[in-house]
């Protein structure tokens, strides 16, 4: 009886050892708290608009010139409607491809957004992983939009701590 009390005791000593061997940060609010990071946020969203406008703008003349051929369309002879059409395709083609090369996954907007975050983001994951191994953590989740985590204690949160280790 006393050694299966004694493994018991030792059993919930271990859970409880490796319990606490984890931590929890919002690297949201970490992000949010660095000034370079809100800065670069803003530059590369007022960035994004410009380019968007300029994606419309394309678009807005590829829905012009389609207007303007359904106005002329009854007037227009087979050969000069499939060149008008042909036009058009090319126009709205063109404008895809822009739009595209800005905004895709291998586009300007997203080697800028690379270009610019990168640092931060490493010097952040660097500040998170040196915290983590001097205070002996082998786990860090991030609370982050993490819709798995339902709930965690204020005690496992090391958020302040890491922007204050950022600062």
Known sequence: MKKLSLLILLLMGIGTASA?????VDSERIFKS?????????????LAQTYQ??????????????????????????AQRQA??????????????????IFGA???????????????QTRVFDAIQTYAQQHGFALVLDAASNPSI????TGVDHTDAIIQALK
């Open 150 to 153: 339902l709930y965690k204690s």
């Open 34 to 46: 660095q000034g370079d990071y809100n800065s670069a946020t803003t530059r590369l969203d007022n």
């Open 53 to 78: 406008t300029q994606v419309d703008a394309r678009f807005t003349e590829v829905e012009q010139l389609f207007n303007a051929y359904k106005s002329q369309q009854a007037s227009l002879t087979a």
């Open 106 to 120: 291998e586009g300007t907007l997203m080697k800028q957004r690379m270009e610019v975050m990168q640092p931060i």
């Open 84 to 101: 008008y059409e042909q036009q058009i395709i090319a126009k709205e083609n063109e404008a895809a491809q822009y739009q595209e090369s």
């Open 20 to 24: 606490q061997n984890y931590m929890v």
